[in-house]
């Protein structure tokens, strides 16, 4: 209930407007995102590399309004390879269907995806789809296994929530796919997605086993994504099992979350890999990670306060 008031909270122009004029300015936006620039994104992955983590850069934003927008974003992208590449960080990117049009024209996009997957590809390094929303499943899919044809190794995310995601999984498979699991971040109905955080949970160490399975044949590269410490457990446990080697799978998780649980992994030597968020575009990502720890309104509410009383006590 609280995710839903938080996710109808996020429709309100005077909260949303509060959020994105203070969040990076009293710094309480900066837990989840790396900054507003890519030099300020390199800066926080060096630190990360620096200490052994691998980097999935993304450059936040959704659903652009025009196609020289989209063709803009695609230049980040090809960009923010050359100076990963430039910087000598191991290191990928995750791009967004609809930052690169595919509410405008879903062809153009599967082409700008085609071109940075080529860019990348010309860098040693790939490309990760994420999911969005289910009005764009099906179109993410089909532009994935496009571009996944045209230039192997690339990713995508599937998210456990959904009822659909184990066919989407048999699906791919043929194509030997990165696949990231997830749980999910939208808000879905109950005929597309399991509501009760226990199905969400079931699914997703379900999925584990079926993307552990397909590993050890050699068919997929799982990327298991989530903080949550059971589904972790699962995944170490599921991994040894099987004696799967460790360049055959990772972790990831969200830069800003679990930094505990993100070491003990990387201690433990299995690669965990940090996905680092940046740009302006900041305010959807960031209420998403709003809604998914309702102590973490208390934290923006708690500097929003805090930013009140210092005004008052200055006049
Ligand atoms: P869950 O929400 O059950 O949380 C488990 C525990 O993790 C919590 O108890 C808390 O300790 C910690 N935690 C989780 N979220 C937190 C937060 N925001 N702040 C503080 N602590 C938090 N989704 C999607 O729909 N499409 C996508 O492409 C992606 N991509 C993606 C990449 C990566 C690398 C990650 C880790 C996640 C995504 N997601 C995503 C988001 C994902 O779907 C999901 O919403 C979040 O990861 C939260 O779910 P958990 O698996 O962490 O479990």
């Not at 990117?93 to 595919?102: A, F, N, R, Y």
């Not at 990231?180 to 971040?185: C, E, F, S, T």
């Not at 939208?186 to 552990?212: G, H, M, T, W």
């Not at 599921?238 to 080697?245: D, F, N, P, T, Y």
């Amino acid at each position: 209930m609280i995710r839903n008031f938080i996710f109808w909270l996020s429709t309100k122009k005077g909260v949303t407007n509060a959020i994105a004029k203070r969040g990076m300015r009293y710094g309480f936006a900066r837990r989840f995102i790396a900054g507003e620039t890519l030099e300020e994104a390199l800066e926080a992955s060096g630190d990360l590399a620096r200490s052994g983590y691998p980097i999935n850069l993304n450059h936040l934003g959704e659903n652009v309004s025009s196609k020289e927008e989209a063709a803009a974003v695609r230049d980040s992208y090809i960009e923010m390879l050359r100076k990963l590449d430039a910087a000598k960080m191991d290191g990928i990117i995750s791009i967004k269907p609809t930052q690169l049009g595919l509410d405008l024209d879903p062809k153009l996009c599967q082409e700008f995806c085609c071109q940075i997957a080529e860019a990348a590809g010309s860098l040693g390094r790939i490309v990760e789809m994420d999911m969005e929303g289910t009005p764009y499943t099906d179109a993410t899919l089909e532009i994935y296994e496009a571009t996944q044809q045209r230039y192997p190794g690339q990713g995508v995310a599937i998210q456990s929530y959904l009822r659909r995601s184990e066919r989407d999984i048999e699906r791919l498979i043929a194509l030997r796919p990165k696949i990231r699991l997830v749980k999910g971040a939208y808000l879905e109905s109950p005929e597309l997605a399991f509501q009760k955080k226990s199905e969400v949970d079931a699914n997703f160490c379900r999925l584990i086993d079926l993307l552990l399975n397909h590993a050890v044949a050699g068919r997929c590269f799982p990327a298991i994504a989530s903080h949550d410490p059971a589904m972790v457990e699962h995944a170490r446990k599921g991994i040894a099992a099987r004696k799967l080697e460790r360049n055959r799978y990772e972790f990831q998780m969200l830069y800003g979350i679990r930094r505990d649980l993100q070491q003990q992994i990387h201690n433990e030597g299995h690669t965990m890999r940090i996905y680092v968020p940046f740009g302006t575009e900041w305010l959807p990502y960031f209420m998403r990670r709003v809604s998914e720890r309702p102590a973490n309104l208390w934290f923006i509410l708690r500097n929003l306060v805090a930013e009140n009383s210092r005004k008052r006590n200055a006049s």
